[in-house]
């Protein structure tokens, strides 16, 4: 498998805390997210050093910490960042800075996010690279309820005829 080969040459790293961060999350979708995002940085970092270069590649960085209403988490790469022009249009469709990419993976990303009521931006990681920074609301706040309503909402939708 290509993407393991590429994860086993990135110096990956967790930051998260030993206490559970609780929000209402589709567990599978949210994974989707996760593998989506690190594997976009390990691909970054693969082209930023050519096919050809021997050993790691770089470094990912993920990390997870609570502020007043929302859990963040850090997705960090010492990579080559996203330019700021490219940054506030990277999660539209068919954008892509990749040579080999669709556009669509960062796009269905913050879709995913968005429904759960956070929110997903493209930054300046401090190793000098790119930081996708993901905000999710704590199970418990106004906004993480408004996304547990929309959900069943879609869902009893989802069963209704068409007529």
Do not use: C, W
Request: net charge negative; no cysteine.
């Amino acid at each position: 498998d290509d993407d393991a080969v590429l994860l086993g040459r990135v110096d990956l790293r967790f930051d998260i805390p030993d206490k559970p961060l609780r929000t209402v999350i589709d567990r599978e979708m949210f994974h989707r997210v996760l593998v989506n995002v690190v594997q976009n940085a390990a691909q970054a970092l693969r082209d930023a050093r050519g096919k050809n270069h021997q050993g790691k590649l770089g470094a990912i960085a993920i990390a997870a910490r609570s502020d007043r209403t929302a859990h963040v988490i850090d997705i960090d790469d010492d990579g080559p960042g996203i330019s700021e022009a490219v940054r506030d249009q990277l999660f539209d469709p068919y954008v892509t800075t990749k040579h080999d990419g669709t556009g669509l993976g960062l796009t269905i990303v913050k879709k995913i996010i968005v429904d759960h009521g956070g929110t997903i931006d493209a930054l300046v990681s401090p190793l000098g690279g790119a930081r996708f920074e993901i905000r999710l609301p704590k199970e418990g706040t106004p906004e993480a309820q408004a996304a547990l309503d929309r959900s069943m909402q879609a869902k009893s939708s989802e069963g209704a005829e068409v007529g």
